[in-house]
């Protein structure tokens, strides 16, 4: 049982889908729990169970949801509790502490560098704690000297490469479809800067790179493709009356295509993520990244394509590295290398985990 705010997209969301979907491969029942979203459509075809319960809602009474979530949790016995966010985990343990011996056993996994308090320690409670990155398991020694080194496990995120390798092109009816509704972009070098539109994303360090790169290369456009989140209307406005010629999208489920017709993807993220699974997606796509080298970005780039890896917070710098790409972009595409960050060893490390946890003595 995964427990988490909402199914309505992102990565967590995705590899939430996807241990479900290795669940069910290998004969186990699979339940979400989460508000509902898009993907639940993706957890009914692969024969999962949503179940609709709003655990990440912000407010007070949602913790007083426990009482009764330990009730059900009782009926439905599962073998594993896997919390994927903070709200959830807690409602979840604090379910889960008062069960006494027939309690499912508890995991967690650290998605993000979240704030350190005591709200978010609730992620380093459980009896395995999973570490997105080696990025994030430093996070968690570095911030909580109570949680038990014994109990974390690095897991890497990873992408199918089956569906993200090199040489993928987007079929001719796509690319006729794209560019009927995008002829700005006909004969445009694209750069893509994906993810939701939050101040997070460094969406004004990506227009102050393309405004110094623009004199010497007029044929570069600038895409940016991401839900914008309701609280960040007015910062989406700001970004397209700074740059007006910006093409700016919404959510889109042909991200790997548009990747793979652009001449590099960028990460600018003003803080360190944990991890950064479209850096990865584009980077098995052969298409080069530029990014701050920081948190799991920087980690990603510094194994895959170490060029690609720029200042913190200098937009300077990552136009330096942006245009050695522009000025080989079959060279910048030969420089990516080769990973193993795939989804069947995420999802095998994370079912052997759930396996030793479910056998082990219980303390």
């Known amino acids: 049982m995964q427990t988490l705010p909402a199914m309505a997209g992102g990565g967590v969301e995705r590899g939430t889908v996807e241990i479900a979907r290795a669940l069910v491969d290998a004969g186990h029942e699979a339940i979400v729990v989460s508000a509902g979203g898009r993907l639940v459509r993706q957890l009914d075809a692969i024969g999962a169970r949503h179940v609709a319960w709003p655990l990440g809602r912000k407010h007070p009474t949602t913790l007083l949801a426990a009482s009764a979530f330990r009730a059900w949790l009782q009926r439905e016995k599962p073998a594993i509790l896997h919390a994927r966010s903070r709200l959830p985990a807690w409602v979840s343990w604090l379910a889960w502490r008062s069960m006494g011996a027939t309690r499912p056993r508890f995991v967690t996994t650290v998605h993000g560098l979240y704030s350190v308090s005591r709200y978010s320690a609730v992620m380093t409670r459980a009896e395995r704690v999973i570490a997105v990155s080696d990025t994030a398991e430093r996070y968690v020694l570095a911030n909580y000297p109570r949680a038990h080194r014994d109990r974390l496990r690095v897991i890497y995120r990873g992408v199918d490469q089956a569906l993200y390798h090199r040489g993928f092109q987007p079929s001719a009816r796509w690319r006729e479809d794209w560019f009927r509704a995008h002829p700005q972009l006909i ?95 584009a980077l098995s796509l052969g298409i080069p990244v530029v990014g701050y080298d920081h948190g799991g970005v920087g980690e990603i780039l510094g194994k895959l394509l170490p060029q690609g890896r720029a200042v ?43 396996a030793e946890l479910a056998a082990a003595p219980r303390r």
């Open 187 to 281: 004969g445009k070098r694209v750069v893509l800067l994906p993810g939701r539109i939050t101040r997070l994303k460094g969406h004004f360090d990506f227009i102050a790179m393309l405004e110094r790169l623009r004199e010497r290369y007029p044929d570069v456009a600038g895409l940016l493709v991401g839900d914008v989140d309701p609280k960040h209307v007015a910062y989406a406005a700001a970004i397209r009356e700074r740059a007006p010629t910006l093409t700016v999208l919404g959510h889109r489920n042909d991200l790997r295509e548009i990747m793979a017709m652009s001449v590099a993807v960028v990460s600018l993220s003003t803080r360190p993520e944990s991890f950064g699974r479209t850096v990865l997606e």
């Open 312 to 354: 913190p917070g200098d937009s300077k710098d990552a136009a330096a590295k942006l245009e050695h790409v522009l000025e080989d972009p079959a060279a910048a595409r030969g420089a990516v290398r080769d990973h193993d960050f795939d989804v069947h060893r995420m999802c095998a490390e994370t079912l052997a985990l759930y």
